[in-house]
């Protein structure tokens, strides 16, 4: 089976690249879903506060969700759901696994990665202890309470203040559970204030910061655990312990692009965000194959989930209509400078580039009225005051094809704080 | 005067909005209040309304009597009094409704006397 | 009150391939496991290594079970279809004043019996092994060294067992044996059996069951060994199994591939008072970052996705306890320590062989010999799995996606013989759950499919027995 655009992922990021790529003149889009509907993890997300930038109202997961699946079926985007995507070959053949159709390839002119991300397992972070039955992740925990009406536990304690522990805290809480702590290793929080204040500050659900689990009990189910605050290299003070009698441990500890489709079709990815290495187009390392989405990169909010991978629409629309375009004039690198982990995307074609480019980037740490700066060469092409910069939040800045270029050869674009210690 | 700092969450900036004000026949006394730290007019609304009448929209799930092992979520249409909050997620207990259900029907009309009504917010055939 | 010729206390390895011996001749067996699955104690928490021989002191059981076992293995895993693979173990040494101790244990290595085993230099050690540390002076290297996976020996064997006929309690923890006229009563569970003979096949507990019986008392220390698990992707890291000669830079702490491409670095060796204590410890997980580093250019501590701990089962006198006790009729299979799962299917024979004297057994005719495992979609062709798909559609339905493991499989593991009960059971059958993100995504659909085949309600599907539940009934 020949197609031209196929998306592997129904989720958020999957049906507005599948949506854009309608609306761009492509036809011929298929979307593949390794679930049983499409929406993705939004349909588990039921708490409110989805879509303010989108819709410019707040709309719940499974609501906003439910927009842009509307959208694609009067655009009559085709979805092959319960498919999953086993593997993907450097020229675009994909294999696929399903009940009702067995394995099967399709041989695809362009692939948009929206495969989305997942969350950090206890493993990651090494906690000692038992093994019990109570210790799940944030979205497990949220799986079970929103889709099938279950309770993970009674009496809970949740490490990692990412924005998933934070809306869990509340679930549980109104659920009727008792949320005892919120522990986060870091001296900030990773999650939304929104989340801060609605669902701990409303309940008086303490978050404990530089703090974190040293210790699990129980044999068989979770009977207590341990925390304890932690230094400026994290490590665990002596003395410092707490122990918290409970059922139940959530982890919400962050969440990794998933990409290993990706990795095994030869997309090259960033050691740092764990996503693929893009250009404005949002194209790959192989021509022809974007991401978008929470697998290029872990967001904030699903609205500019949908931006991004609107845009990775339109270009895939315009690869697909005017085939692999030979890159003409150079390639600039965006630098992280100060404050900056990351940059999405990582090199730019000022030939090639639209009008304007958003490059989002995430910093590393909390700083306060720091000076968002761009520079390209010596010169400074744009500089933005902030109150703060957050790194639960993630930050854009608009770059100019007019400034782009002015860019000589060897010259660097640099994103960067200024004005912070 | 009263002085209350809070966090606004009108979007992900998360200013530190500090509002002075006192009660005149329960109610803001405008003209004496001061609010600082906002960075637009969404920030002094949201700390006038946090001081008067705060508000929360409450979503939880209820159970579907013809499904197995899933529920279905809800929300109040508009936001309720946040005091409100624990009596509108206990109504939500033990109520069932039967797929097929869709966005926007209602399940339990003026929740609790707060005016709002239970909706579902997913479709399920 | 039922009646046997043969009660095996325990279902690990050891207890399991006893069982799976004796399953051959005309004998009514028990087996009574206190855990509610087969492998739930010291067999499903090891290196998993076949080791290869050398490390044994000749002429201890110990020496002897290990190599006679060791080369059992490979046709025992064609037989029984679980997955073994002969990588070779490599035992590193870092000093010259150390090389003495390396021909030393190549000399044992021979007079053991192990195959091909020879030492290696610098320069051949690293060609083998690029991503062993560079301050490695030269190695044993011994080819006939292999990994297996421990769940999959152990569940072959007790599955099999059961297909011949031997009938296993799960949830039936002894607690009292009794000399009767003709042979033992044992109350386990809240059942009575009798029988003539007992094996104790009891791992840590072992000096437990030995002790109710027997005037001369075993002693039986539970000595905890922690492992990090990492991601497939550094699976390869490398392709021996390697070991440090004990010394300088601490003993014990291997880094080896697992037959299914992990990479595994551990255990630590600490003795403990409780015999179910397998937590880890923040001091023990450093302490095998560290020695296994010390092995490898360097170890990427990134990629780990899980630690465990379990525990060996010690004798005092240091060797296998094998053989009829002090009272007639009490044969133990002790202090099964290291290389335990090695020496298992060559100790099962063994003692399966004394019982069948003692009983003057006769040897079935219908003895089921091979088994066949639950098909496996992740490392199936194209054309298999298709064919799969075809006769049963759940096969095309993927539940865990970092193993790739199927409705299908799922199914079929609660469905067999001495089936699935538990998740940690379906986890240890099918890999659903093992991979790099814990069960986080497929957990909540392998507990809903449980609950469907055996049906029972969600709140009482536990992790693994019962006070393990997941979670409530709630709406």
Redesign the interface.
Known sequence: MKRKAVIIGGGPAGLAAAVSLKDNGIEDVLILERGSSLGGILTQCIHNGFGLHTFKEELTGPEYAARFIEMAKERNVEALLNTMVVDISHDKVITCMSKDKGIFTIEAESVILAMGCRERPRGALNTPGYRPAGIYSAGTAQRFVNIEGKMPGKEVVILGSGDIGLIMARRMTLEGAKVKAVAEIMPYSGGLKRNIVQCLDDFGIPLKLSTTVVDIKGKDRVESVTLAKVDDKMTPIPGTEEVIPCDTLLLSCGLLPENELSDKMGVKLSPVTGGPIVDESLNTNIPGVFACGNVLHVHDLVDYVSEEATLAGKFAAEYIKEGERPINGPEFKIETGKGVRYTVPVTVHPDRAPELTTVRFRVGNVYKDPEICVYMGDKCVLRRKKQICAPGEMEQVIIKKADLKNLKDGEKIVVCLENVL | MESKTLTCINCPMGCQVTITYEMKDGRINEETMTVTGNTCLRGKTYAISEVTNPVRTVTGTVGLSNRELRVVPVKTKTPVPKDKVPDVAKALADVKVEAPVHIGDVVIKNVCGTGSDIVITDNIE | MDRYDVLIIGAGVTGSSIARELSRYDLKIAVLEKASDVCEGTSKANSGIVHAGFDAKPGTKKALFNVKGSLMMEELSKELDFPYKRNGSLVLCFSKEDEPKLDELLKRGEQNGVKDIRILSHDEVKELEPNVSDEVVSALYAPTGAIVCPFGLTIAMAENAAVNGAEFFLDHEVTDIQKAEEGFLVKAGGDNFISKLIINAAGVCADMIHNMVCEDKISIVARKGEY??YDK?VGNTVSCTVFKLPGAYGKGVLVTPTVHGNLLVGPTATDVPDK?D?????E??SKVAEDGGASLVSLPA?S?????AGLRAHADQGDFIIGESSVPGFFDAAGIESPGLSAAPAIGVYVAGLIKDRLSAKEKDNFIKTRKGIPNMALAT?KE??EL??EN??Y???VC?CE?VTEGEIVDSIKRPLGATTLDGIKRRTRAGMG??????C??IAV?ILARELGVP??DI??????????????
């Not at chain 3, 397998?278 to 923040?282: G, K």
């Open positions: 990090c698990l992707k179910e397998v937590s880890t410890t923040a023990g997980l990134r780990v996705i899980t630690s465990f194209v799995r298709q798909i075809k559609p759940l095309g339905r993927v996606r790739l790099r993100c814990q069960s986080g995504f957990s909540p809903s969600l709140k536990t992790k693994h027995g019962k006070g393990s539940e997941f979670v409530d009934d709630h709406k």
